[in-house]
C-alpha cells in the first residue's frame, strides 16, 4: 500500500509536472501566434508598399522614355538636316498596323522610320523592321530607312541591326 501511494505522488508530481510546461507551451504558443500575426500584418504592408513603388517606377519609365524618344528623335532631325537633307515631313507617334513607331520623318530622298529604346534588344530590331515595311506601303517611291536609337545598344544586337540595314543611331 505504501508503494502504490509512492507511485500515485510520483505520477501526481509528473501531471503537475505536465501541466506547468504544457502552460508554458500554451504561453509560448500564443506569444508565437501574436508574432506570427504582426509578421503577417508588417508583410501586407510591405507588399502594398512594393505595389506602390512599382507603380513610380513604371510612370518614371514611361516619363524617360518619352523623354529619351524626344530627345533622339530631335538630334536625329538635326542630324539630317546637317548633312543637307530637307524635312519635308514629321510623325511622332505613327500609327501601323503593327503598332506605333515613335516617328517617321519624310525628306526629299527618303523616309526614316524611327523607334528610341532605353535598351535595344533584337527583338525590337525585328520589330522595327515590320512597322518599316508597313510604313513603306504608305510611301511609295522613297526609300524607307529603318533607324534604332539606343541609349544602350550591346554588340549582339548593333551587329545583327546592321545585317539587316537597320541604322543603329
Do not use: C
Request: glycine content about 6%; proline content about 1%.
Amino acid at each position: 500500500r505504501e508503494e502504490l501511494l509512492a507511485n500515485d505522488e510520483r505520477i501526481e508530481k509528473v501531471v503537475k509536472d505536465l501541466e506547468t510546461r504544457m502552460d508554458k507551451l500554451e504561453s509560448r504558443v500564443s506569444s508565437l501566434e501574436t508574432k506570427v500575426s504582426n509578421l503577417e500584418t508588417r508583410v501586407d504592408k510591405l507588399e502594398q508598399r512594393i505595389v506602390e513603388l512599382e507603380s513610380k517606377v513604371d510612370a518614371t519609365r514611361g516619363d524617360l522614355g518619352i523623354l529619351a524618344e524626344d530627345l533622339y528623335v530631335r538630334e536625329f532631325v538635326y542630324h539630317l538636316e546637317r548633312t543637307g537633307e530637307k524635312v519635308v515631313g514629321f510623325y511622332r507617334a505613327y500609327d501601323t498596323p503593327l503598332g506605333e513607331v515613335d516617328a517617321v520623318i519624310e525628306t526629299e530622298k527618303a523616309v526614316y522610320v524611327v523607334e528610341v529604346k532605353l535598351k535595344a534588344e533584337t527583338r525590337d530590331v525585328d520589330d522595327l523592321l515590320a512597322k518599316a515595311n508597313e510604313v513603306a506601303k504608305e510611301f511609295r517611291g522613297k526609300e524607307v530607312i529603318p533607324v534604332l536609337a539606343s541609349s544602350r545598344t550591346g554588340k549582339v544586337v548593333r551587329g545583327y541591326a546592321k545585317g539587316m540595314n537597320v541604322r543603329v543611331w
